[in-house]
Each structure stands twice: as C-alpha cells, then as structure tokens.
C-alpha cells in the first residue's frame, strides 16, 4: 500500500504543470475610462479644460450656452415667488365667510331670506376654491421653475471620475447633437489588469483576500518595479480552449504609469490544484506509514 501511495505520489508532482509561481503576461488599462456626450443638442458656449488636465469628480469641463434657460429661469424664478394671487385668495374667503356670518345673524332676526344665505355659502365655497386654484398655480410656478434650473444644469458636462482628460473633441461655439462623443476622461490610479490565468491556479484563487505580484518591466531599469495588487474580480466562466479564468487585479499607480503596458502577474499565495493534489498525497502517505509502521521499527 505504501510503494502506491508513493507512486501516485511521484505521478501527481511530476505532472504539475501550473504552478502558483507561474508568471501570466498581461496589460494594464485604465480602472476608469468615460466618453463623455451631452444629453442634449446645443452650441458649446465654453469649453474648461484641455487634453492632460487632471479632473475630479463632478468638475464641470464644458457647457452649452444657456442663455434663452437662463432668461426662462428669471422669469420663472418670480412667479415662483409671486404669492399675490395666493393672499388675494386667502382675503377674499375670509371676507366671504365674514359675510356668511352675518348673513346667517340676519337671517335669523328676519332681515335675511334662506335664498341669500344659501348665496353667501356658496360663496364661502368657491372662495374656498379659488384658493386651492392659487395654491395649486403656484406650486406649478415653482414646478416649472425647477425644471428649468435642472435643465440648465444638464447643459453642464461634469467629470464622472477623478481622472485625465485623454481626448477633447469640441471648441467653444460648435454645435454638437446628443449622440456626439466630445470628451474621454481616463482613471490610471489605480490601474487594472484582466490576466488569464490557468485555472489550476485561478481555484486556489479569493477575491479579495489572494494577493497578486505584478512585475513592470521597461528597458530602462528606474522604470522597473514590481508592486502587489489585490484581486477584485474573478470570472464565473472559464475559457474552455485555452483553459484559462479571467482574474482582474486592481493595482496602485500613484506615478501614473501610462495604461497598455506589458506586465508579468503571479501568486504567490495561492497554491495550484496539482500541488494542493500533491500535498494531499504526501499527508496521505505520512497517515499510512503511522498505521502500518516498518517490520522492526
């Protein structure tokens, strides 16, 4: 039993054909990477950034000329806060339940008829109305209003990431339609890479928890270096040709290293299939030689 666990044993390391150590060839690429359009078609009144600006997220880079908003948005802005029409309404129900009341009283001494006092109710009642009428103007005063400040902040272009502007499209004063693409802003700290791994390697793989070493290299030796990313993405479908997992590894940049270099990925945590395999086999044979000990020992 023990000269086949040792040969199976031999068998399974002789055969290990990936291990953990195994350097995977990748490239790098931007962790962000947004083209930018309007949501709307217009004429690019100004234009604040050029191609190699850094941005932050939210900055505004470009904006189409909103002067004819802007005047709607004045105008709006007043009626929005225009309550006269609100107050008349408010005065004139309070005179016409005033007027109820002493309608009623006189009715009541035979000065009034019930005609006159169903009259004055009634009156109570479309005072009542013509107030809600007002409440409800002015609040649609103040719906419009907002719609047209929101509008105007669409015709702003903001950055969605913190990066570099790597394209500008457009100059002040073109016209530009919804669907053009005017601006890409890239992100390369962190940078990502999308490495192939084998996936005797890729299984012994966590997300979040495996470390990788990632290895730049370049002719010149002071751009050499090799730095440790952390794993935020494994696949949940293998390459069944190549059989290979898709591992992606996020991966500090703070000297902006341009994305699309060549680099060299390993583990070197993680334990392959075949030597987990070869770890079992070696643990099987140590429980095998302690239940059946050698003649004599």
Known sequence: MRMFVCALLALTTASAVAPAQEKIEAVTKPSGDAVLSFVMPGKVAEVLVKEGDSVKAGQVIMRQDDSVEQAQMVQLKEQAEDTTRLKAAEAQLDQKRVDLKKTELANKEGAATSLEVDHARLDVTIAELSLQLAQFELKQA??????????????????????????????????????????????????????????????????????????????????????????????????????????????????????????????????????????NATAAVSRNEARDPKPGA
């Open 142 to 279: 103040k719906l419009k209003y907002e719609q047209v400040r929101l509008q105007i902040e669409r015709m702003k272009l903001l950055s969605p990431i913190d990066g570099v502007v790597e394209r500008r499209l457009v100059d002040p004063g073109e016209a530009v339609e919804a669907s053009d693409k005017i601006a890409q802003i890239v992100q390369v700290d962190p940078l990502w890479i999308d490495a192939a791994v084998p996936l005797a390697i890729a299984r012994g793989l966590a997300k979040g928890v495996s470390t990788a070493r990632v290895e730049f290299g370049s002719a010149d030796p002071a751009l050499h270096r090799t730095v440790d990313g952390k794993i935020i993405h494994i696949a949940a479908v293998a390459d069944s040709a190549s059989k290979t997992l898709t591992v992606r590894i996020e991966c500090p940049n703070p000297s902006h290293r341009p994305a699309g270099e060549h680099v060299f990925v390993s583990f070197p945590g993680a334990t392959s299939a075949r030597e987990k395999a070869s770890t």
